[in-house]
């Protein structure tokens, strides 16, 4: 959980540390922690740090600033500075900042890109956010069926500066046609006269340029690759995904499903750097929707006044039996959302899930009306806990039934399964209980 | 979400598939999918596919099924048959099975294993779970760093069919200290007779043996890497983790901190596998904590019963009253823990984070105040409105401070935050909102 030892020893310095100290950090630092640093620092202390690298570095270390704070310095450069920059980024790093450009700002940027950048970003930049389209990157090799591993080595050898990813290299045909995929692994190992055609893996796992970026990860992750070729329609291979970017994709996905199940709106800064006026917006929309769900227990409640005014000890079990309910509700959306995200569960399993949970729920809300019980003799006399236990039964398995269901009803509407937060379980469930909860009263308690 | 397009669309067949369709699977799917599909049999069918695969094959799809899976298999296993896939397993996957068999069984595998496999056995099964040492494997190529370029591709050409992760070599010195890292893409490109010691990186990212898994995956992402080098107290190179293995053990410990999120205690297997009893225990634990916990607000209603019986109508707010405030802290808990896990946030962040908390809450406390003011009104006149939104404004503030310094004192006590679930949460805050909610209507409505 701590950071520390994520920084390789070299802690970053302050902002106002001496400036011995920061050029000896800047010399030593890893991109990804020189960023950091940066970040830390206000936007032109900052700038001035960034263009005393050398052009390589300063596009590397630009490459892992936020996109918030990407664009801030794209506007403070000279276009010319900037597309200096832009030339030696990535192209996945490269079309995301040119994404978050104004129309005009982009238009320059392509003006000075050279041909074969204008193009790759225009390409690139077609693809819906958040699809294998959008994750993937143009620096891989491709290789004519016809080489021998010495011709392809050679070939290698010839484009490795350029391109980033030569560990797997991509047999295309004429036509652009992914026929295979050669690791270079097995180039290193075959004679210099093998055909690759012989030692390629025809059966490449491979995806579609609108594949969401969580199946992607998903991909890399079941079946341990370090690249995936992206394919079009006509299996033309259109570009590749390596695994850091689809772990970072990942990441950012766990975030916010994480955000959504405590009914926080997805956050895309850290909570370090977000604004307190955005960290507001974030949670007050969904803070104002419950609170109109709860008015419904609040007219149940009202319906049910007189049962209150003749046994005012029934109020004291409420918060008791109305979150006991949405606990055991969060704890099987939480299940389900979470076996959703990592594919483990599918619409499919949504029967064979709902009768166990029948089961399951019955075990926990007898176990809990057990231990409840004993405290309703107490406080309220034998007929009051007859209710509390009937109650907690009936609830809990209400709860978990919505919570179950919930995530799979949502994703039949399109919409992301993660949204079944316990919050939102909890105020469905607690509006079904305190019904349940005074209708059981009345009628037990003939009045 | 949806698993279909993961199995690269070769679908598992049926149990029941006749043999011709399941043949056909099995000799064009991947190892994951084969081990997918044969743990979707009956042990000894799954065995009778197993064993049908030639012993490559068999081993890696052995190390794809379930550890429980594992277990079985290598119970209805011969020695001899166990150890013959064993002795094919990555070493990481090895030690994690043999850590899960009997000591009798342990013994017997030992004695089975040629004298290297075992004495690599013993070394890695020592480390603590979850940490660099247990997620290690012993799959990589050392050079010395009087090599050339030339040198070190023959080593390769000579270890690599042995050795799964070649395209970073470690350079060690005569007591196994690590000097450096070189690239398999930097020594394609270096002329034959430059030395390795000049194209190596010499302050490679690394991480020592005790490190915890979760911090071994956020290095790996940070820096980008696809393997990164373990080292002990002494700087000795011990093992390396690859980003896949690393990816792996980042997706059970995120699932971990969802389920405690949702105060379902961490579940290995997957729900679908899970057997009721199993759900049943890992829920029932905190169902049955948090009902104490709500036993005290059931103790500060029945202190009020005057004010109750009273002024009845305060009853219709109390769900919308205390949830508001439970929601409220989930949402603060909720941002916290993940940003704890994601190394975002740390322990000295505590302090700014809490200040700016306050002002937060109190935004939305306002906010919410002025949507449930004219419902007051409404259902309980102007008197009962301006207790229920002063209560508002104060038991949101206090579910959030709550909900954003649990994480932090959690993790002070050296327990995990993730505790700090939504119902953990919900349930504390419901307790103190209960006494402030009547304090203040005893005060204001002067009883």
């Given at each position: 959980m701590s950071t520390s030892n994520l920084y390789q020893g070299v802690s970053i310095p302050e902002a106002q540390a001496d400036s011995t100290e920061i050029n000896y950090f800047i010399e030593s630092a890893y991109p990804v922690d020189i960023a950091a640093f940066i970040e830390s620092l206000d936007l032109g202390l900052g700038l001035t740090h960034l263009l005393k690298l050398d052009v390589e570095k300063r596009a590397q270390v630009f490459s892992y600033l936020d996109l918030e704070t990407q664009v801030q310095f794209a506007n403070a450069l000279s276009h010319e500075a900037l597309a200096e920059i832009a030339s030696k980024m990535a192209s996945d790093n490269r079309v995301d900042l040119y994404n978050q450009l104004e129309p005009s700002e982009q238009q320059q940027l392509l003006e000075d890109l050279d041909r074969e950048q204008r193009e790759d970003v225009k390409r690139l930049s077609v693809y819906a956010e958040k699809t294998a389209g959008a994750l993937m990157s143009s620096e891989y090799v491709t290789l004519a069926g016809n080489l021998t591993a010495k011709q392809a080595i050679d070939q290698l050898r010839h484009e490795a500066p350029k391109k980033?990813?030569?560990?797997r290299s991509y047999i295309i045909d004429a036509e652009l046609r992914l026929l295979g995929v050669v690791r270079l692994h097995e180039l290193i190992l075959?004679?210099?006269?093998?055909?690759i055609s012989k030692i390629m893996d025809q059966n490449p796992v491979k995806m579609s340029i609108d594949d969401a970026q969580e199946d992607v990860a998903n991909t890399i992750n079941r079946y341990d690759l370090t690249t995936i070729p992206i394919v079009d329609a006509?299996?033309?291979?259109v570009g590749i995904v390596t695994h850091d970017d689809a772990a970072d994709a990942m990441q950012q996905e766990t975030t916010e499903d994480f955000h959504k199940a405590g009914t926080?709106?997805?956050?895309?800064?850290?909570v370090m750097k977000a604004s307190m006026g955005l960290l507001y917006k974030k949670r007050v929309v969904w803070l104002s929707l419950l609170i109109f769900g709860n008015l419904f227990s609040g007219a149940g409640l009202a319906f049910f006044e007189e049962t209150i005014l003749a046994y005012v000890s029934l109020v004291f079990f409420l918060p008791l039996l109305i979150d006991s309910s949405g606990n055991a509700g969060s704890q099987s959306a939480t299940l389900m959302v979470r076996a959703m995200a990592t594919g483990?569960?599918?619409?499919?399993?949504w029967k064979k899930l709902i009768s166990r949970e029948l089961v399951i729920a019955l075990a926990l809300g007898l176990t809990m009306a057990l231990l409840v019980f004993p405290v309703g003799v107490m406080r309220g006399g034998y007929e009051i806990a007859m209710v509390i236990g009937l109650t907690m039964v009936f609830v809990v398995m209400v709860g978990s039934l919505v919570g179950l269901s919930l995530p799979f009803l949502l994703s039949k509407l399109?919409?992301?399964?993660?949204?079944?937060?316990g919050p939102l379980v909890t105020t469905i469930a607690d509006a079904v209980g305190v019904v349940v909860y005074f209708s059981i009263a009345t009628s037990l308690l003939d009045l």
């Open positions: 980033t990813a030569i560990y075959a004679s210099d006269d093998t055909p006509n299996n033309r291979l926080v709106e997805p956050l895309t800064q850290s483990d569960v599918t619409m499919k399993d399109k919409l992301d399964p993660a949204t079944a937060s």
